[in-house]
């Protein structure tokens, strides 16, 4: 589904830089969430938002933080990036009232 | 605290063989449950939700309160039923939690 997009779709960092992760989509959905996907650990909830000034800690929170510009865009940032962030991170949105997530492509990211 | 285990990492199954890929939840109140799929380099797409009692792609799923399961079936396998696939639960307000995940091998 080309409505939600992610940027970068890959990313090759150093420890300790600090990068951004984007999410936009078109959908004109209010609720927006960044995941991690691992092998064996499935997809994991690190934040999410409700409308714009919404932001809510997942499971997985630390070590990350978001932001919500617009109802179109929510940013994940890592502050600090450690080799054990190395995964591949998806955003997804949804319609308050229906369940259903629709996702992005995804950004898989390298932390050496 | 909400839970779905899936308990099988990888199911490999022959051509035109009936496949069961299971799930359990773990919940005190009434959930929704997902089967959500993910195709080799393609995103996470839903594929069937226990409310719309719909068949996808050949796919059921029937949500077994008493057994707290939801387990995904299709009598006869594809080829391109290959992918990971996903069980997902909400209590409500959006908040899906997934469970790890099977890796399906559909064989010739």
């Known amino acids: 589904d080309a409505d939600v997009t992610q940027t970068p779709r890959n990313r090759i960092t150093k420890t300790g830089k600090r990068i951004m992760l984007e999410c936009s989509q078109t959908?004109?959905?209010?609720?927006m969430y960044w995941y991690r996907q691992d092998p064996g650990l499935g997809l994991r909830l690190i934040y999410y938002s409700f409308d714009v000034k919404d932001i809510n800690k997942g499971e997985i929170s630390d070590g990350y933080s978001v932001s919500r510009q617009a109802q179109a865009k929510f940013s994940l940032s890592l502050e600090s990036a450690i080799p054990n962030q190395t995964a591949l991170y998806f955003c997804?949105?949804?319609?308050?009232?229906?369940?259903?997530?629709?996702f992005g492509p995804g950004t898989r990211l390298l932390v050496l | 605290a909400q839970r779905v285990t899936q308990p099988e990492k990888l199911l490999s199954v022959f051509k035109g063989a009936p496949v069961e890929l299971k799930c359990n939840y773990s919940?005190?109140?009434?959930?929704?449950l997902f089967w959500y799929v993910q195709y080799s380099r393609q995103r996470l797409q839903l594929l069937l939700r226990h409310i719309s009692r719909e068949s996808i792609k050949g796919f059921t799923a029937d949500l077994n309160k008493g057994e707290t399961s939801f387990h995904l079936k299709k009598p006869f396998a594809q080829e391109e039923d290959s992918a990971m696939y996903y069980c997902a639960l909400t209590g409500g307000g959006n908040k899906l939690t997934f469970g790890t995940g099977t890796q399906l091998k559909v064989e010739l």
């Open positions: 997804a949105t949804s319609d308050p009232g229906e369940e259903t997530q629709y």
């Open positions: 959908k004109g959905h209010d609720r």
């Open positions: 919940y005190s109140g009434s959930p929704e």
